[in-house]
């Protein structure tokens, strides 16, 4: 397939960026869990939120208004990430992932997408965007165009 990379995100021929959700997970995301994993041996929860927060959690969000998976694989590769991350607060290995989330005071990635583009929307219809930066985009506009 051919794929072009903009912005850092890799869009191919059918928009469905499953190559650039591998890339995310192969590259960055399982060499950034490593280094932690190898420098941090005995992390304890505020240290891994801090860093988890700081090293991998932007490389998961960034831009993903544009490439948001809608596949429930592509939702579970990703949601693996973290999850697989949680298990590094040795005392929190042995939880199951909802109970680590919660002891750590995380929400899931999908639930975090969900989040961000509801503020986009709250963003757009309440008229928040420079108009000199984003296009005008008017309420009526959007509901009531046929």
């Known amino acids: 397939m051919d794929s072009i990379k ?3 995100i890799l869009f191919d021929t059918r928009l469905n960026f499953k190559d650039h959700i591998q ?14 994993k190898r420098n941090f041996i005995h992390v304890d929860s505020y240290t891994f939120i801090l860093l988890y927060k700081t090293l ?17 694989c592509d939702i579970e590769q990703i949601e693996k990430i973290q ?3 949680t298990k590094l607060v040795i005392s ?4 199951p992932y909802k109970e680590r989330l919660l002891r750590l005071n995380l929400h899931t990635l999908k639930y975090r997408r969900l989040l961000g583009d509801m503020i ?6 309440h008229n928040v965007y ?3 930066v984003a296009p005008s985009l008017s309420y ?4 009531y165009q046929r």
């Not at 960055?28 to 280094?35: A, D, E, K, S, T």
């Not at 929190?92 to 939880?95: A, E, I």
């Not at 986009?120 to 219809?125: G, L, Q, Y």
């Not at 009526?140 to 509901?143: A, E, G, L, R, S």
């Open 6 to 8: 903009d912005l850092g």
């Open 83 to 85: 999850r697989r991350a």
């Open 140 to 143: 009526y506009n959007i509901c």
């Open 120 to 125: 986009e929307v709250f963003k757009i219809v």
């Open 130 to 132: 420079d108009n000199r």
């Open 23 to 36: 890339e995310k997970i192969n590259i960055f995301l399982y060499n950034m869990i490593g280094l932690l």
């Open 56 to 72: 991998v959690r932007p490389h998961l969000e960034y831009a993903n208004s544009v490439w948001s998976p809608y596949k429930k």
């Open 92 to 95: 929190l290995r042995k939880l």
